[in-house]
C-alpha cells in the first residue's frame, strides 16, 4: 500500500498547491486505536496525513454531499466511486465539484464480508487513478438466503431484526440514505414508535429497504456501522441482485444512467421483491 499512499499524496499536494480544491476528503490514522478515520485536508502541509490501507473502511463519498456548492477532492474506493456515480445520475452532485482520487485494484476491507462479493475492483470514474488496475478475485457468493423458502427468510430477518437497538449506524453510513428527515424521525405521520419492539425494528428495516431498491451498491457499509453484528446488508444486497438478475440493472456504474426507480416500462413483470 505504500506506494499507493505516496500517490495519494502527491496528487492532494498538488490539488492544494494549485488551488483546485478547497478540500480534500480521505482516510487517516483514528486516535488512540489502529483503527481509520475520514480526514479532511485543507492546505498542502497536511497531506502527510493520508493513509489508506484494508480498514478504509468508511464510505467517504456521503460527506460530498455537505459540500455540493464547492470543489473537493476525495480519495475513493471503488465502491465510492460507484456512490458518487449514483449520487451524480441522481442529480445530488455537479460532476465539476468533485475531483476523483480512485484507488485501483481495491484488496478488500477487513471486517466487510461485502468485499467476499465485490466484482468492481478499479473505479467506475476518475480524475486520478493510484495503483494498477486489478482483476476480480475468486468471488465467495453466500447465496444461503436465495436458498430459504419466503417463510424462512422471514424468520431469520425477524431473528435478526429482533437484535436491532435503532441506533441507526446502519442509515447514516449509508451513502442512499441522505433524505433531509427520515421517515423513522417523522412525527407527522408516525410511522414507526419510538424505543425498540420487534414489529417496529421490522418496518425500520423493510422501509428503508425499499428505499433501496435498484439503489444499493452492496458496499457493506451499514453492516461494518452496526454494533450488534446485525446482517443489515443482506436484505439490501439480495434486492440488488434481484436489481441485476430481473432489470440487468447494477446501480452506480454508470452517472448518466437513469436510476432503476425513475425508469418504467409497461412490460415489467414486477414481482414482488421479496418473494
Ligand atoms: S466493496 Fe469492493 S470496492 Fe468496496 S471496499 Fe470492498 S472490495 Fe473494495
Ligand atoms: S446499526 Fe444495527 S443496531 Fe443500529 S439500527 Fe442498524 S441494524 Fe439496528
Ligand atoms: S444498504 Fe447497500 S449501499 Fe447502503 S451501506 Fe448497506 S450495502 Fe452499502
Known amino acids: 500500500m505504500a506506494n499507493k499512499i505516496d500517490e495519494i499524496r502527491e496528487i492532494a499536494r498538488k490539488l492544494m498547491e494549485e488551488e483546485t480544491v478547497e478540500r480534500v476528503i480521505g482516510y487517516g490514522k483514528a486516535d488512540f486505536t489502529e483503527e481509520m478515520t475520514p480526514v479532511f485536508i485543507t492546505s ?30 476525495i480519495v ?11 449520487y451524480l445520475s441522481e442529480d445530488m452532485l455537479k460532476r465539476d465539484n468533485v475531483v476523483i ?11 466487510n464480508t461485502a468485499c467476499n462479493e465485490c466484482e468492481v475492483r478499479n473505479p467506475v470514474l476518475s480524475d486520478y487513478t493510484v495503483g494498477e488496475e486489478g482483476e476480480v478475485p475468486e468471488l465467495k457468493l453466500d447465496k444461503t438466503l436465495e436458498e430459504m423458502s419466503t417463510a424462512e427468510r422471514k424468520e431469520y430477518f425477524v431473528d435478526q431484526f429482533s437484535r436491532c437497538m435503532r441506533c441507526y449506524a446502519c442509515r447514516q453510513a449509508c451513502y442512499v440514505c441522505y433524505c433531509e428527515e427520515c421517515f423513522v424521525d417523522s412525527n407527522q405521520p408516525r410511522w414507526v414508535g419510538q424505543g425498540t419492539n420487534p414489529e417496529d425494528n421490522f418496518t425500520y428495516h423493510l422501509m428503508r429497504a425499499m428505499h433501496m431498491a435498484g439503489r444499493c451498491i452492496n458496499c457493506g457499509a451499514c453492516e461494518v456501522a452496526c454494533p450488534e453484528d446485525i446482517d443489515v446488508r443482506a436484505l439490501t444486497a ?38
Not at 482520487?101 to 471486517?111: E, K, L, S, V, Y
Not at 440493472?249 to 409497461?266: I, V, W
Open 238 to 275: 439480495h434486492l440488488s441482485r434481484y436489481a441485476e438478475e430481473i432489470y440487468n440493472f447494477k446501480s452506480g456504474m454508470d452517472p448518466q444512467a437513469k436510476t432503476l426507480l425513475s425508469d418504467y416500462n409497461p412490460d415489467d413483470s414486477q414481482p414482488g421483491f421479496i418473494d
Open 44 to 73: 498542502p502541509e497536511e497531506v502527510e496525513k493520508l493513509l489508506f490501507n484494508e480498514k478504509s473502511n468508511m464510505m467517504l463519498a456521503k460527506y460530498l454531499l455537505n459540500y455540493k456548492d464547492s470543489k473537493t477532492g
Open 101 to 111: 482520487i480512485g484507488i485501483n485494484d481495491c484488496p478488500g476491507m477487513t471486517d
Open 76 to 86: 475513493a474506493k471503488p465502491c465510492d466511486t460507484r456512490a458518487i456515480a449514483s
